[in-house]
């Protein structure tokens, strides 16, 4: 298994609908996830970090976090059409090796 | 602001040619990484520097060298480019603790022909 596995997408939704983004994670990496937001010729952005089990709250975004399941997610609220991009999960290993997922491209239909 | 600078947007080389990609940050940090980043592959971890004259090898070191004499610059060599390694480069800086992010470069776009 990678230490960061996206498998889902793309996905399209419909403007104003919730955005479910997934990504699961190997023992191998450290407690701490980011999610990374990227425009088409840009570098990604940080959108959101979670370090402890369940929820956190940042505006549109959540960051979910099941370490039981070694499972992570960002659910968007209310998507816009500048939501489209590619979202990019992410996470350090205990020698602070940053190891992404492939992403999920995320397209929001006005 | 944070910064981390790359020193080309975009690069055209030839096979065979030895290529130098230059990231610079200014924020005192200790880690930097360089990425390839490829369609459908995501960003692969090829080189990670912890400190000055360290360096640990990550996903897709082969063909790929780097050298950090100096805490803000890190620099990426292929040796002998090949049109396999057209692709997207990133670099990237963070402080040394596992709970912070990384600040990207604005990436060159490398082409081999």
């Known amino acids: 298994q990678k230490e960061v596995e996206q498998n889902s997408g793309p996905l399209s939704v419909p403007e104003g609908a919730i955005a479910s983004l997934n990504c699961t994670y190997s023992?191998?990496?450290?407690?701490?996830f980011f999610w990374y937001r990227q425009y088409s010729g840009k570098s990604p952005e940080l959108i959101m970090s979670i370090y402890s089990n369940g929820d956190k709250e940042d505006g549109r975004f959540t960051a979910q976090l099941n370490k039981a399941s070694q499972y992570v997610s960002l659910l968007i609220r209310d998507s816009q059409p500048s939501d489209s991009a590619t979202y990019l999960c992410a996470a350090p290993t205990t020698g602070n090796q940053f190891y992404f997922g492939t992403g999920t491209s995320l397209t929001v239909i006005p | 602001d944070v910064k981390v600078t790359q020193s080309s947007r975009y690069l055209v080389k030839r096979t065979g040619e030895k290529v130098f990609l230059e990231c610079v940050q200014d924020?005192?940090?200790?880690?930097m990484f360089w990425y390839r980043q490829d369609p459908g592959l995501g960003l692969r971890l090829i080189y990670f520097?912890?400190?000055?004259?360290?360096?640990e090898k990550g996903d897709i070191p082969e063909g790929y060298s780097v050298s950090r004499e100096k805490k803000e610059r890190f620099s990426l060599i292929l040796e002998s480019a090949s049109t396999n390694q057209t692709s997207m480069y990133l670099c990237a800086s963070s402080l040394p603790t596992t709970n912070e992010k990384l600040f990207f470069g604005s990436g060159t776009q490398l082409s081999v022909l």
């Open positions: 023992d191998r990496v450290s407690q701490s």
């Open positions: 924020m005192d940090h200790e880690n």
């Open positions: 520097s912890y400190d000055v004259k360290m360096k």
